[in-house]
């Protein structure tokens, strides 16, 4: 497509809950992340995919986040037994060249919103 | 360890009037250095991103942003502002050795005023 795009754009889940939020980069890009952001707080990192594989899964905040990319090219980030403090907006972002070329741009979709209650 | 730091949590102008938004950062090294612009309900926008060379860097929209390496700084600015340019802005660096953690500011939200 010509964007990253992620679905849904909008879920409230039930505390307890799973969910899923489906990312399909731009066709060929390589790299592909995974960022939160907190209402009023800028997006941090939660992991990185060099194609298939999960070069960096440090910002995932416990093991209730789970994200893959079994072909390389769409991306799922599954939450388990979703709590209030995973209320935020989920960012994807992808770029066309291996990320360890620092600096190369980065593509982000317009965002998972997820609110817990 | 990075940071990125936005002194100014809001800031209003008058639509025409001047913007400067201000970023630190903290690094051992200079490493490269963006500006995003979030609308409401949006994605991320590159702004412009400074790598080497020249310190003043043009980017999209109209806007530029100076590089201080005395400073740490990698300030955003714009000669007019107009209304369709309130937003949130974000300041973020990447490690210039390899590194691919893209470190957000808190973002400073623009309001205009007409």
């Known amino acids: 497509g010509a964007g990253v795009s992620q679905s849904p754009r909008y879920k409230v889940a039930k505390r307890g809950q799973d969910v899923a939020l489906r990312c399909d980069p731009i066709?060929?890009?390589?790299?592909l992340f995974w960022y939160q952001q907190a209402l009023g707080q800028g997006p941090e990192f939660l992991t990185y995919?060099?194609?298939?594989?999960?070069?960096?899964k440090s910002g995932l905040p416990s093991d209730r986040f789970f994200a893959e990319r079994p072909e390389g090219s769409v991306s799922t980030l599954k939450i388990q037994r979703t709590q209030q403090e995973d209320s935020a907006v989920y960012l994807c972002?992808?770029?066309?060249?291996?990320?360890?070329?620092?600096?190369?741009?980065?593509?982000f979709g317009e965002g998972s919103w997820l609110t817990v209650v | 360890a990075q940071s990125v730091t936005q002194p100014d949590i809001h800031i209003t102008v008058s639509e025409g009037a001047s913007l400067e938004l201000r970023c630190n950062y903290s690094?051992?090294?200079?490493?490269?250095l963006f500006w995003y612009v979030q609308s409401p309900g949006q994605g991320l926008q590159l702004l412009l991103k400074?790598?080497?060379?020249?310190?003043l860097v043009q980017g999209i929209k109209g806007f530029e942003a100076e590089f201080k390496r005395s400073q740490s700084s990698f300030n955003l600015r714009k000669p007019s502002v107009h209304w369709s340019d309130a937003a949130e802005y974000f300041c973020?660096?990447?490690?210039?050795?390899?590194?691919?953690?893209?470190?957000f500011g808190a973002g400073t939200r623009l309001f205009v005023k007409a």
């Open positions: 972002a992808s770029s066309l060249v291996n990320a360890k070329r620092a600096g190369n741009t980065i593509y």
């Open positions: 066709s060929g890009h390589v790299s």
């Open positions: 995919f060099q194609n298939e594989a999960q070069l960096d």
């Open positions: 690094y051992g090294a200079t490493p490269y």
């Open positions: 400074y790598f080497s060379g020249d310190t």
């Open positions: 973020a660096v990447v490690r210039n050795t390899g590194g691919f953690k893209t470190i």
